[in-house]
């Protein structure tokens, strides 16, 4: 049974940088997706990367691409996602999820099976 832990989360200034983690216990099916998504009070989880565990191909949101990267680690024990020129429009509550084969829709929550607590990031202005 795959389980995720996430960490890392905190305030920070805009423009500053934070680094989540998402620790991974149980087996992973290197044939699917893992990613990041976030979410605010009353609005929809939104998908903001993925990354298919096999062979590292990696997408991301329109909001975050360019200052967001994301990323497997320790033997695909960890996904990271690395947090640039945070904005207050960032403000969240992060989730690591795993196992998708959403092939065409990597950021959409509805395909992912396994879900950590979140971690949340505030940008103050």
């Known amino acids: 049974q795959v389980q995720l832990l996430e960490s890392g989360g905190g305030s920070v200034p805009a423009g500053g940088s934070l680094r989540l983690s998402c620790e991974v216990s149980g087996d992973i099916d290197n044939d699917n997706y893992m990613a990041w998504f976030r979410q605010v009070p009353g609005k929809e989880r939104e998908g903001v990367a993925a990354i298919y565990v096999y062979t590292d191909t990696k997408g991301y949101a329109d909001a975050v691409n360019g200052r967001f990267a994301i990323s497997l680690l320790n033997d695909k024990r960890t996904l990271s996602l690395q947090m640039n020129s945070l904005k207050p429009e960032d403000t969240a509550m992060y989730y690591c999820?795993?196992?998708?084969?959403?092939?065409?829709?990597?950021?959409?929550?509805?395909?992912?099976?396994?879900w950590g607590q979140g971690t949340q990031v505030t940008v103050s202005s």
């Open positions: 999820a795993a196992q998708s084969r959403d092939w065409n829709h990597p950021l959409r929550s509805s395909g992912y099976r396994v």
